[in-house]
């Protein structure tokens, strides 16, 4: 899954493909200057990426204490990347080169990470990508906790069955641009088929498009149908399967990017800053988090360049279609 990730990601690497593909992302978002734009960030893109891929092929060989800070910095180029197709001048001031999230003062003892926060900042990184390339709002010094985070990314879910913690979850089906989702999720969320419905618009703001006995079909946001950009459906990588979660509260209107991002900078800090409680985990693996950690890192190496690689394959795919209209 790894190497799939990179090697769609290494058809950037020409300056001549990387200014076309700007220049057409650039045209297609309505900017000025979309050529001059283009060649001026050609290079930065392609050196954006081929940072982030240096970091990760250190993260591969390294062992478990260093690699969530190895990771982490390269999330954080991939994202410059990625920023780069809709902010073709960032950055144009400071306040967004920090990271733009921060995490609770730890307590020495009793220190569990599964139940840890952490706060998205107003500037920042973090807070760039969710307006810049996600065009989020209302995320402004918003809090999660690793829980609300990990239970959000699919291949965590054997983890956490074992642990007995429960985390229920439906197939959805993806058809004809429609989702489709069991009729007895409604069941799931002890309500009636209609108010599940109306539940479901409301918070989601999908739209009913069909009823039967087993299933309900909605339409929604083109942005649901790419595991890349959906805030509310889930993908198992692994088994290429869509999911929709099967219990309330579960929906944190974050893309699984940002999810990974914010579990993987509270690591990065971890491994940075609380050492001793860090190599008392590691080593002693006296607890849930030491098993929760390492899947993790192990599902995140892999999956996070996916994501990317579809989000930059994904608007090279809708420039195509615009100029076919």
């Keep these: 899954m790894q190497n799939k990730g990179w090697k769609e990601l290494e058809l950037f690497y020409s300056v001549e493909t990387a200014q076309n593909f700007l220049e057409m992302v650039y045209k297609n978002l309505g900017m000025d200057d979309a050529k001059k734009n283009s060649y001026k960030n050609g290079e930065r893109f392609i050196f954006f990426l081929k940072h982030a891929e240096a970091f990760y092929k250190q993260a591969k060989m390294a062992s478990i204490e260093i690699k969530p800070i190895l990771l982490f910095y390269g999330m954080a180029q991939l994202l410059k990347a990625c920023i780069l197709t809709s902010d073709p001048s960032y950055p144009s001031h400071t306040s967004v080169l920090a ?68 985390n229920p979850m439906v197939k959805a089906v993806l058809d004809k641009g429609c989702i489709r989702l069991p009729a007895y999720t409604a069941d799931a969320y002890n309500m009636s088929a209609q108010r599940f419905i109306e539940h479901v618009k ?124």
């Design 99 to 166: 990271h733009g999230v921060t995490t609770r003062k730890r307590k020495k003892q009793n220190y569990l990470f599964y139940e840890d926060e952490v706060k998205i900042q107003r500037n920042g990184l973090c807070m760039h990508v969710i307006q810049s390339l996600f065009q989020l709002k209302g995320l402004e010094d918003e809090r999660f906790s690793m829980k609300q985070l990990l239970v959000n990314i699919p291949e965590i879910n054997n983890v956490l069955s074992f642990q007995k913690r429960e």
């Design 202 to 325: 409301y918070h989601l703001n999908w739209v009913l498009s069909g009823k039967d006995k087993d299933w309900l079909t909605f339409s929604a946001d083109q942005k649901e149908y790419h595991p890349s950009t959906s805030t509310s459906l889930l993908f198992d990588l692994e088994s290429g399967t869509f999911l929709f979660p099967a219990a309330r509260d579960r929906f944190l209107k974050l893309p699984e990017i940002l999810i990974h991002y914010l579990i993987a900078y509270n690591l990065s800090m971890i491994a940075r800053y609380e050492t001793e409680w860090w190599y008392d985990l590691l080593l002693q693996c006296a607890s849930d988090d030491y098993v929760i950690i390492q899947q993790f890192l192990h599902i995140t190496e892999k999956k996070f360049p996916y994501y990317i690689a579809k989000l930059l394959l994904q608007k090279k795919e809708d420039n195509k279609k615009d100029q076919l209209i």
